[in-house]
């Protein structure tokens, strides 16, 4: 069974350019999650897909967006990148939309310069 | 609402002391607790957790039990070692229905330091 992968793994970006982050769920997964890891901070929730659409947004802005694909891979784009958008982002995916537990990748440090 | 609030770090130990990380939460209705742990590099790892009142999640010689009287979520270990040298988030995910909503609400994080 293999598990969260995410990619890249790190890069950096300017600032006003867009960024598309990918991600693969574990085998056997429908539903995906993003969060944005600020340093030192906790996660914060972007949204969450589950078979295709959208299931769920946390406090970010339009220029934050995702996709899911048929074979329930994950795509986050961020349009014209702030400072501000640095930071570990995370995906993870769970069984289904209602399950308790969620299994993260390793992340994409991404840094806006 | 949902909020996590966790004791603020970093905390540093001697190996094999006693570990007490505490963690507060605010919902509505009967949220899932969990901890997750991050180490450095790395993404973040399910470490325990607990669906409902009175619950003890336990796993790697870490325990936590849901304190509905309290809203609270303590992580503890008796004896900690170095390779316990983490960074430690305490999260909430909403329930609805019996099933839980999946977004996760996690606490600012408490760095651990184990020294040998």
């Known amino acids: 069974e293999t598990g969260v992968t995410q990619s890249p793994t790190h890069l950096i970006k300017t600032r006003g350019q867009q960024v598309t982050l990918r991600c693969s769920s574990q085998?056997?997964?429908?539903?995906v999650s993003w969060y944005q890891q600020a340093l030192g901070q906790g996660p914060q929730f972007i949204f969450q897909?589950?078979?295709?659409?959208?299931?769920g947004r946390g406090n970010f802005p339009p220029r934050f967006s995702g996709l899911q694909f048929p074979n329930y891979s994950s795509e986050l784009n961020v349009n014209a990148l702030e400072l501000d958008d640095s930071a570990l982002y995370l995906c993870?995916?769970?069984?289904?939309?209602?399950?308790?537990?969620?299994?993260f990748g390793q992340g994409t440090r991404l840094t806006v310069v | 609402g949902n909020s996590v609030t966790q004791m603020e770090g970093p905390v540093t130990l001697s190996e094999e002391a006693f570990l007490t990380i505490n963690c507060t939460y605010t919902?509505?209705?009967?949220?899932?607790l969990f901890w997750y742990v991050q180490y450095p590099g790395e993404g973040l790892q399910l470490l325990l957790k607990?669906?409902?009142?009175?619950d003890k999640g336990s796993n790697k010689g870490f325990e936590a039990t849901y304190r509905k009287e309290t809203t609270s979520f303590h992580l503890e270990k008796g004896s900690v070692q170095v390779s316990d040298s983490a960074v430690y988030f305490c999260?909430?995910?909403?329930?609805?229905?019996?099933?839980?909503?999946?977004?996760?609400?996690f606490g600012q994080g408490t760095i651990l330091t184990v020294h040998p």
């Open positions: 993870a995916s769970s069984l289904v939309a209602g399950a308790t537990e969620a299994f």
């Open positions: 607990a669906t409902k009142a009175d």
């Open positions: 999260a909430l995910a909403r329930n609805a229905g019996g099933t839980s909503y999946g977004k996760l609400t």
């Open positions: 897909y589950y078979r295709e659409e959208e299931n």
């Open positions: 085998s056997g997964h429908n539903t």
């Open positions: 919902a509505t209705g009967y949220p899932s």
